[in-house]
Nanobody, 121 residues
């Protein structure tokens, strides 16, 4: 599945950004999607996920600040990030077609190219 991520940039602490990830796949509406973050010197980690029915899940560190959503007509998943903190800095990757085990999202094999988010203090 081809994924194109966009929306990253440089923002001050407390600011907001909205990331987008678009796919031309006709299977988008039935795929679970996830956003992952790779901070400098750290492993890639799940930030948020959304299943095909729109049920969402978040990492504890972003709960209440980030919102994942999807538009099946546009083949796009979004990550609205508010109240950004310097520790949110990293490259954000979208993922398609993952699976859930005990409510946890496990990524599929399709990744976007990543979009860099830098939050200054």
């Amino acid at each position: 599945v081809q994924l194109q991520a966009s929306g990253g940039g440089l923002v001050q602490a407390g600011g907001s950004l909205r990331l987008s990830c678009t796919t031309p796949s006709s299977d988008f509406s039935v795929m679970a999607m996830g956003w992952h973050r790779q901070a400098p010197g750290k492993m890639r980690a799940l930030v948020a996920s959304i299943n095909s029915r729109g049920v969402t899940d978040y990492a504890a560190s972003v709960q209440g600040r980030f919102t994942i959503s999807r538009d099946n007509d546009k083949g796009t998943v979004y990550l609205q990030m508010n109240g950004l903190k310097p520790e949110d800095t990293g490259v954000y990757y979208c993922n398609a077609g993952g699976t859930y085990l005990e409510r946890r999202y496990y990524p599929g094999s399709s990744w976007g190219q990543g979009t860099l988010v830098t939050v200054s203090s």
